[in-house]
């Protein structure tokens, strides 16, 4: 394994949610890194954020560990779950509370339900 790769080993596995995203989840970088934030900001989930653009070996290296080629990439306990669209359906569907329930990670169902009541 690269440096880079295990780099974003130690990192996925270091906390049980992290976004590798563009910026941070205090200052998004772009559209669909800061809608991922925002979810999980509003979900109030407890999460660790990796702004790629702060690395350009990290910023290929995430797409190069995951096989996937657009970033934000979200990981729970240690798994890639997806992107932007990705964890969009799953918000809307209710997967995502299930993810992170089945995983032990704190989340607020409420803040979660008034996402879905404002899209449905």
Do not use: H
Request: with cysteine; aromatic share 8%; net charge negative.
């Amino acid at each position: 394994m690269s440096d880079v790769n295990n780099q974003i080993d130690e990192t996925v596995k270091a906390s049980d949610v992290v976004l590798f995203m563009k910026g941070t989840k205090d200052m998004p970088q772009c559209g669909f890194s800061s809608r991922v934030a925002g979810v999980l900001n509003y979900m109030g989930v407890d999460y660790t954020d990796v702004n790629v653009l702060a690395d350009e070996g990290v910023r290929q290296g995430i797409k190069d560990y995951s096989d996937w080629p657009t970033i934000p990439q979200l990981y729970v306990k240690g798994e890639f779950v997806g992107g932007c669209d990705i964890i969009t359906e799953m918000v809307l569907s209710s997967e995502l509370d299930t993810m992170f329930a089945d995983n032990g990670v704190a989340f607020d169902k409420d803040a979660a339900d008034k996402i879905r009541e404002a899209n449905g």
